[in-house]
C-alpha cells in the first residue's frame, strides 16, 4: 500500500482510538494501542520531562501518573508536516505518521511508527510513539499571523522609531531579564530566540568580542562534519547554495547575522563574574564584567549555560617532565594554523577529531616532523560515505523539523540496534582504511557494544575521528604514531620513550579534550551549586542526556548545548520549560 489517502486512513483510525482512549481517560486502552513491547516515548508534554515507556506496563503506569492533570485530545494528523508515509526501518515496513493534539498547557505533536502488515488481521499498534509539547496556549510564538505589523514605526513620525527601540532593550538600562544565558554560540542565539518569539525578555552575554568568535578562532582548517542540509538554523535556513560541509568562518558570520535578524539582545566582550542564588526569592544575582571592564549587576530567575558540548575548560594532563620541555606548549584550543609551524617538529597528543585536524594542519604547512600520540583506541570512520550515513534521514526529503522529531522518537534500545548495525555496515565500506592503520600499529575500538562513532558521541561527547585525510598520512607513514603507553618522560628537547628513542619536537599540542560542563558549573557557581547539578551529558536513567536542555537539581539552572542538530530540535522544549515556569506552569514535583 503506498496511495497516500490509504495511508491517512490507517493513521486517523489509529489516532480516534487514541482520542477515545484519552476521553475516557483509559490508560489500558491507550497502552493497548501500542505493540506489547513497544516504547512511548514523552518529551515534556505529559512528564514536563524526557521520559521513555517500555511495554504495555510501563506506559501504563505513565499514563496513570499524567492523564488527569494532561487532559490529552483531539489527536489529529498535523496538516503542516510530512502527510503519513510508507517506509521500511530496522528491516520492518511502517507508517509514519505526524499529529497535533492538545493539552491543558498548550498544543504538542506527535510522531507514530505504525508496522503495517496487510494481511495482519485488525488495526496495527504502534512500535514507537513520541509525544512533545511544541508550545504554551498563551504564549504562541510570534511568527506567521502572530507577527508584529510593525504599523507603529509606520504612522509615528516623533518618538523612537525601530531602532531607536532596538537600541534601548538591548541596553537594559531600565530592567533586567527574565532569563541570562552565558554563551553567544548556537546553543545560546538558539534558545534566545525561541524564548524571545515566546515574549520571554532575554539576554546572552558572550566573552569573546564578536559573535561567531567561538568558531572563528578555532584552528584554520576546519570544516562541519556533517552535511549542511542537517545543520541548518530555526527560522533562518542556511542558503541552498552553501556547500555540502560548511567552513567554520561562514558558519561564524551567519551566527553573527543571526542574533542581528533574528534581533536577540547581546552583550558581547562580557564575563560571567559570579552568580548566586536565594532559594526564598527564587532569584539569581549575577557579576557580568563588560568589555570596558565596569560591572553590571543583574538579578533574573533564570540562568541558562550555553557554552557548547563541554566545560570550555581545556584537559590538561599531567605529563611526566613536561615543565622541562623548552618548546612551545599549547592546547588544541590555542591552536590557530600551521603556518607559523613551517620547518618545526611537532607533537600531538590525542586521536580524536581535533588531534588528527591538528596533525593534518602541521603536516600540510610544511612542518619537518609531525608525530600523533595515541593516548587510547580510537573510532575511526571515513567522512564520506561512512560519517555521513548517521545523517542519512536528512536527505530523504521531509523538513528537518519533521527528520529532528524522527530522531527525537528513537527510544534507546532501538538506537543501540541501529547504531549495532550501521557500525558494522561503516567497517565493512572502511576496511581497507583501517587494514593499513591496524598494519602500523594504530588502534580502533567501537564501543564494547559495537555502537560506533556516533553512540561515542552520545556517551562521552569524543574519542573518534571522522577522516578527512590525516588516517591515510598516518597509514602511509607521512604522519609517525607512537603510544602514551610507551612514553618514559619529557626532556628539555622532546619527548623519550622508554625503549631510548627520542623524538625531538618544537611544538606539542594537547589534544586532550575538555573537562565534563559540570567543571564549567563549578567554575562559574561553585562546589555546592555544581555539585548539586551533577554530571552533564551521556545517557541517564531514562534514555537521555545527563542535565541537558531539561530542569537540573538546581532551581533556576538550565544547561543548553549540543552540535547544531541537538540545539535546534532541543531548544524548542527547553524554552517552553522555561516559559512554563515563568508563567507557574510547571509542577513544582515531576510527576514521573
Known amino acids: ?41 514523552d518529551i515534556v508534554a505529559f512528564t514536563w520531562a524526557y521520559r521513555t515507556f517500555s511495554g504495555t506496563a510501563e506506559i501504563e503506569r505513565g499514563l496513570k501518573l499524567t492523564l488527569d492533570d494532561v487532559r ?68 504562541p510564538q510570534a511568527i506567521g499571523e502572530h507577527r508584529p505589523t510593525g504599523v507603529e514605526f509606520s504612522e509615528s513620525f516623533s518618538g523612537d522609531n525601530w531602532l531607536d527601540q532596538r537600541t534601548k532593550r538591548q541596553a537594559y538600562t531600565d530592567r ?59 527560522y533562518m535556513p542556511f542558503p541552498p547554495n552553501w556547500p555540502t560541509f560548511v567552513p567554520k568562518d561562514k ?58 558540548g563541554s566545560s570550555g575548560v581545556p584537559n590538561m594532563p599531567q605529563l611526566p617532565g613536561l615543565a622541562d620541555f623548552r618548546g612551545e606548549v599549547l592546547h588544541s584550543s590555542a591552536f590557530g594554523s600551521g603556518t607559523s609551524y613551517t620547518e618545526k617538529k611537532a607533537i600531538v597528543f590525542g586521536t580524536g577529531n581535533s588531534g588528527h585536524d591538528v596533525a593534518q594542519d602541521l603536516h600540510a604547512n610544511g612542518a ?34 519533521d527528520i529532528d522529531l524522527i ?39 567501537y ?12 556517551r562521552k561527547g569524543g574519542g573518534y575521528y571522522i577522516n578527512v585525510g590525516c588516517s591515510d598520512l598516518i597509514a602511509d607513514g607521512e604522519i609517525a604514531l607512537r603510544h602514551a603507553r610507551d612514553i618514559d618522560r619529557f626532556e628539555p628537547e622532546g619527548l623519550r620513550f622508554a625503549d631510548g628513542t627520542t623524538v625531538e619536537a618544537d611544538l606539542v599540542v594537547l589534544a586532550t579534550g575538555y573537562d565534563n560542563l559540570q567543571e564549567g558549573v563549578r567554575r562559574l557557581l561553585g562546589d555546592e551549586i555544581a555539585d548539586r547539578v551533577g554530571p552533564i551529558w551521556g545517557f541517564d536513567d531514562h534514555g537521555a542526556m545527563r542535565n541537558m536542555w531539561m530542569r537540573t537539581a538546581q532551581p533556576g539552572f538550565w544547561v543548553m548545548g549540543g552540535s547544531l542538530i541537538d540545539a535546534r530540535l532541543h531548544s524548542t522544549f527547553l524554552a517552553v520549560q522555561i516559559k512554563a515556569e515563568l ?10
Request: hydrophobic share 40%; proline share 7%; charged share 20%.
Open 407 to 445: 530522531t527525537a522518537a528513537i527510544p534507546y534500545p532501538v538506537l543501540r540496534d541501529t547504531y549495532q548495525w550501521l557500525t558494522k555496515r561503516t567497517c565493512e565500506l572502511d576496511k581497507d582504511l583501517l587494514d593499513k592503520l591496524h598494519a602500523v600499529g594504530f588502534e580502533t575500538d
Open 176 to 234: 533586567d531579564p527574565e532569563v541570562l544565558i552565558v554563551g553567544g554560540g548556537q546553543s545560546g542565539l538558539i534558545l534566545a530566540a525561541r524564548l524571545g518569539l515566546m515574549g520571554v525578555d532575554v539576554l546572552v552575554v558572550e566573552r569573546n568580542d564578536r559573535i561567531g568568535d567561538n568558531w572563528r578562532q578555532r584552528y584554520h582548517s576546519l570544516t562541519l562534519h556533517n552535511e549542511v542540509w542537517a545543520n541548518s538554523m530555526p
Open 1 to 41: 500500500m503506498s496511495d497516500p489517502d490509504q495511508l491517512a486512513a490507517v493513521a486517523t483510525e489509529w489516532l480516534d482510538a487514541l482520542n477515545t482512549g484519552w476521553a475516557s481517560q483509559d490508560p489500558t486502552a491507550i497502552s493497548a494501542l501500542v505493540e506489547p513491547d513497544g516504547y512511548w516515548k
Open 251 to 308: 558558519l561564524a558570520g551567519w551566527l553573527e547575522a543571526y542574533a542581528e535578524f533574528m534581533e536577540l539582545n547581546v552583550w558581547t566582550g562580557t564575563s560571567f563574574s559570579s552568580g548566586d542564588y536565594d532559594e526564598t526569592t527564587r532569584t539569581w544575582t549575577a557579576t557580568l564584567t563588560r568589555a570596558d571592564g565596569t560591572e553590571r549587576t543583574i538579578h533574573c530567575p533564570h540562568l541558562v549555560l550555553a557554552t557548547g
Open 583 to 592: 508563567d507557574g506552569l510547571m509542577p513544582g514535583q515531576l510527576p514521573v
Open 72 to 139: 490529552p485530545r483531539n489527536a489529529r494528523i498535523a496538516q503542516d508536516r510530512t502527510p503519513p508515509r510508507l517506509v521500511k526501518r530496522s528491516a520492518r515496513k511502517v507508517i509514519e505518521a505526524y499529529f497535533d493534539f492538545d493539552t491543558e498547557a498548550g498544543r504538542g505533536t506527535g510522531f507514530v511508527r505504525l508496522p503495517y502488515d496487510p494481511d495482519a488481521p485488525g488495526a496495527p499498534k504502534a512500535w514507537i510513539l513520541l509525544t512533545t509539547l511544541q508550545e504554551l496556549a498563551n504564549a
Open 368 to 401: 619537518a616532523e609531525v608525530t600523533i600520540i595515541q593516548r587510547s583506541p580510537t573510532c575511526v570512520v571515513s567522512l564520506v560515505p561512512s560519517g555521513t550515513m548517521v545523517y542519512a534521514l536528512y536527505s530523504e526529503g521531509p523538513s528537518n523539523d
Open 447 to 458: 564501543e564494547p557494544d559495537g555502537t560506533g562513532f556516533h553512540m561515542k558521541y552520545l
